[in-house]
T-cell receptor, first 113, second 116 residues
Framework: DAGVTQSPTHLIKTRGQQVTLRCSPI?????VSWYQQVLGQGPQFIFQ???????GRGNFPDRFSARQFPNYSSELNVNALLLGDSALYLC????????????FGPGTRLTVT | AQKVTQAQTEISVVEKEDVTLDCVYE???????LFWYKQPPSGELVFLIR??????QNEISGRYSWNFQKSTSSFNFTITASQVVDSAVYFC?????????????FGGGTRVLVKP
């Protein structure tokens, strides 16, 4: 079975622009979570979606938003990009709400210049 | 609030040596899960183990072993007879059952470099 897939793999944006990152979970997984990993640090939780509803949100500004589609894929949107948004954005899927065994995708490397 | 601390930022060993990675966590909740993930240079986090707060039995899987001690809030990870392929960053993480969302709180990671 295919693992979690993310697109694009790399992205370069300019300050003030907007970006959309995409994630497809493992087949059969209904929960998708997003994490931001700044270089040299551990991942930080951004959002979790289950059955198309937001079930958890980390300490990130409103510039960050996400949604989940009927096929359980998800998009993460970041508006008004700042230099500090440069990071690896990881998507993780799990079977259901409350299942903490999460499987991560390869990530999208976002560089903001 | 919960917190995970990995005090060792980098460990360098020669192949076949054992290496132990420390993880200390903080939470007031009594029901939680602890995890270890491996992040090779490719960037993808690889799940290694999940333990719940009620199961303090140590676990061994091949060359990997884990020591969970609630009394010291520690969940340490040992790689026996290390190999070059073990070179990666290893993260310890905590999930609170009561928290909203499947949130994992990660430590800062320990980079392991295994030299041939």
């Amino acid at each position: 079975d295919a693992g979690v897939t993310q697109s694009p793999t790399h992205l370069i944006k300019t300050r003030g622009q907007q970006v959309t990152l995409r994630c497809s979970p493992i087949s059969g997984h209904k929960s998708v979570s997003w994490y931001q990993q700044v270089l040299g640090q551990g991942p930080q939780f951004i959002f979790q979606y289950y059955e198309k509803e937001e079930r958890g949100r980390g300490n990130f500004p409103d510039r960050f938003s996400a949604r989940q589609f009927p096929n359980y894929s998800s998009e993460l949107n970041v508006n008004a990009l700042l230099l500090g948004d440069s990071a690896l954005y990881l998507c993780a899927s799990s079977h259901r709400q409350g299942n903490y065994e999460q499987y991560f995708g390869p990530g999208t490397r976002l560089t903001v210049t | 609030a919960q917190k995970v601390t990995q005090a060792q930022t980098e460990i360098s060993v020669v192949e076949k040596e054992d290496v132990t990675l420390d993880c200390v966590y903080e939470t007031r909740d009594t029901t939680y899960y602890l995890f270890w993930y491996k992040q090779p240079p490719s960037g993808e986090l690889v799940f290694l183990i999940r333990r719940n707060s009620f199961d303090e039995q140590n676990e061994i899987s091949g060359r990997y072993s884990w020591n969970f001690q609630k009394s010291t809030s520690s969940f340490n990870f040992t790689i026996t007879a290390s190999q070059v392929v073990d070179s990666a960053v290893y993260f310890c993480a905590l999930a609170l059952v009561k928290a909203a969302g499947n949130k994992l709180t990660f430590g800062g990671g320990t980079r392991v470099l295994v030299k041939p």
